[in-house]
């Protein structure tokens, strides 16, 4: 292999799998140098997407698991360094790195290829001056900035008044920060909307993982219900990763109005999961972010004598000849829809847990971690070295 010339190599390089890769590090300096370098990283990461390798599953119930999307066969525990019991929930998943919750103030990043963890500095949340209030449930969301190709959390706190005020039904205006992993720090986002205030409600947000932010566009989305003060119609806010600042996103024109609905993101692109009474559910795409005539149907299901019921359906993924797509139905199955004859084929994976919430997440060599606290690290264990040769010297 010395003697292939490196452009070879880097072409081969960029069609291998992501464990692969990782094995070639310790073949030689060189590979290791290219393995590592940024631009490689970036291209690998862009095959990736533009072929859909290194696809994968990731299953959030009790405890994490993977499963691989060429094969959808078994569903594999998720070793990670804050999997000591169960309580961690995967919020948001970009590039290959997941963004965890612990607690709430206990977040981190992980990319579980190159198991590389990031722990993010704890941020106080902080009540509104003056009122005697709490924080509620809380909202999470996680992208990339592809601007300036930064990756940030986004953390939304709904305040609502103490347990002795009589005042249940009043909320106040949330406090939204953003993390961004190229500063390592928190910002407070001072302009919101008013009706960010109505966001949130209690059975709607609870199912389904519906709090935690779905990115298309270098934009999070979340749904907020109808409700008596803003009028009888869905709303999906949306907060610009760039600008940071939220918009309200153009919903497709339904022919029936009463419906529930849900956003996903299929192959980067916003979707409107329309359901009827559980009794029918429309899936529209986003052909052109932020364009309201660009919606598209792509998906309609009804309910059938092996789908008793449709309380939940999110689209995942497009099979390889995109003449299909993988949806997870009532957080409980998953199945193939198939776009020419309209029809689903159930998919039944090993060691997958009852219930759960599924995303995509694809295999890439993403670096998470901050390079100055690595270069202290590795001074540091230079010192420590350096101080124990002095110590064996000073024995003899």
Not at 127 to 147: A, E, N, R, T, W
Not at 190 to 203: A, D, G, H, S
Request: hydrophobic share 35%; net charge positive.
């Amino acid at each position: 292999m010395s003697k292939v010339p490196m452009d070879v190599v880097t072409d081969i390089f960029h069609r291998l799998p992501v464990k692969t890769l990782l094995r070639f590090r310790s073949l030689s300096k060189p590979y290791c140098s290219l393995i590592d370098d940024p631009d490689f990283t970036n291209a690998h990461l862009d095959r990736s997407i533009k072929t859909r390798s290194n696809l994968n599953i990731i299953l959030k119930g009790l405890h994490l698991y993977s499963v691989e999307f060429d094969a959808l066969d078994n569903a594999v525990p998720i070793d990670y360094p804050l999997s000591s019991g169960a309580g961690t929930e995967a919020f948001g998943s970009c590039n290959g790195i997941l963004a965890f919750r612990l607690t709430d103030k206990n977040l981190a990043l992980y990319n579980p290829s190159t198991r590389q963890f990031r722990r993010l500095p704890v941020s106080e949340i902080d009540p509104p001056p003056g009122d005697s209030c709490k924080s509620g449930y809380i909202f999470y969301g996680f992208g990339q900035d592809v601007k300036t190709n930064d990756y940030k959390v986004v953390r939304m706190v709904q305040f609502n008044k103490n347990d002795d005020e009589d005042d249940e039904g009043i909320f106040y205006d949330y406090e939204v920060k953003v993390y961004s992993l190229k500063n390592d720090s928190w910002r407070k986002i001072t302009k919101l909307p008013p009706y960010l205030r109505f966001m949130f409600q209690f059975f709607y947000h609870l199912l389904h993982r519906r709090g935690y932010g779905v990115l298309a566009g270098g934009v999070l989305h979340w749904v907020m219900p109808p409700r008596i003060e803003l009028g009888p119609r869905n709303r999906i806010v949306g907060f610009d990763l760039g600008n940071e600042e939220f918009i309200e996103v153009p919903q497709p024109e339904c022919a029936d109005k009463n419906y529930l609905l849900d956003v996903a993101a299929l192959e980067g692109r916003l979707c409107a999961v329309c359901n009827y009474d559980q009794e029918k559910i429309d899936v529209w795409t986003m052909k052109e972010y932020g364009v309201k005539q660009s919606w598209t149907k792509l998906i309609s299901i009804q309910r059938t004598r092996t789908i008793t019921t449709l309380t939940f359906l999110k689209p995942l993924a497009y099979s390889k000849q995109l003449d299909k797509v993988l949806v997870e139905i009532n957080s409980q199955k998953f199945a193939w829809y198939d776009l020419q004859k309209k029809k689903m084929r159930s998919v039944k994976i090993g060691g997958s847990p009852g219930t759960f919430g599924a995303e995509v997440y694809i295999g890439s060599l993403i670096q998470i971690e901050d390079p100055k606290r690595l270069e202290i690290e590795k001074q540091n264990e230079q010192d420590e070295l350096k101080n124990r040769n002095r110590k064996k010297r000073y024995k003899w």
